[in-house]
Nanobody, 115 residues
């Protein structure tokens, strides 16, 4: 059974930092990533990383967010710096199964950027 469990969300002031973690289990994973759903908006994938370490970011987070992974621990991280109120959203872990490419989402963790 595939499980993606996020942690690390919370309340932070503008300009602050947070680090999200996602522990994946139940399969062998290929590309992993982080998406978010802001209030009133659709969910978007903001960062992804392949099993080989190649990364991709949407323009709005490039230079501020860094995605990384520990393949031995099946864990993916999202380091978020210089946070803005517009980054307020529920953040979701995302992963493809290596063999079937079936895609999964975690349950999400709330990130609120406010003074």
């Amino acid at each position: 059974q595939v499980q993606l469990v996020e942690s690390g969300g919370g309340l932070v002031q503008p300009g602050g930092s947070l680090r999200l973690s996602c522990a994946a289990s139940g399969s062998i994973f290929g590309t992993m990533g982080w998406g978010r759903r802001a209030p009133g908006k659709q969910r978007e994938l903001v960062a992804s990383i392949t099993s080989g370490g190649n990364t991709n970011y949407v323009a709005s987070v490039k230079g501020r967010f860094t995605i990384s992974r520990d393949n031995a621990k099946n864990t993916v991280y999202l380091q978020m710096n210089d946070l803005e109120p517009e980054d307020t959203a529920v953040y979701y872990c995302n992963a493809d199964l290596l063999l079937t490419r079936r895609n999964y989402w975690g349950q999400g963790t709330q990130v609120t950027v406010s003074s």
